[in-house]
């Protein structure tokens, strides 16, 4: 009963697209977690200007940017890979089942 159940919750994230939105709300959390702790100190320098705070914004987005694509396709490679090392086994398994049948 319990590998079955695995075996269903491996299959739910196991889609390429479901990879690509928990990959991309993890940066998105990492990005409003970096907004929020340079908050204080970009309200110093702006003295609460909202068109200033914007631009600084916008600005820490356009650093994150090209680290996002970066850590994408490294984690998308990872994650991928070792999906497949467990499919692989899981069929080395079931060949296994098939051979003692």
Avoid at 50 to 60: E, T
Avoid at 77 to 97: C, G, N, S
Wanted: proline letters at 3%; aromatic letters at 14%.
């Amino acid at each position: 009963m319990s590998a079955k159940i695995k075996f269903n919750f491996d299959k739910l994230i196991g889609t390429y697209i479901d990879i690509e939105g928990i990959i991309f709300i993890s940066f998105l959390i990492l990005f409003e977690f970096v907004l929020v702790l340079a908050d204080p100190h970009i309200e110093r320098y702006t003295g609460g200007a909202p068109g200033y705070k914007l631009l600084f914004n916008a600005g820490i987005a356009g650093l994150m940017f090209p680290l996002h694509h970066f850590f994408e396709g490294k984690l998308k490679k990872r994650i991928i890979k070792a999906q497949r090392e467990k499919i692989r086994k899981r069929m080395e398994l079931y060949k296994k089942d098939v051979e003692e049948l």
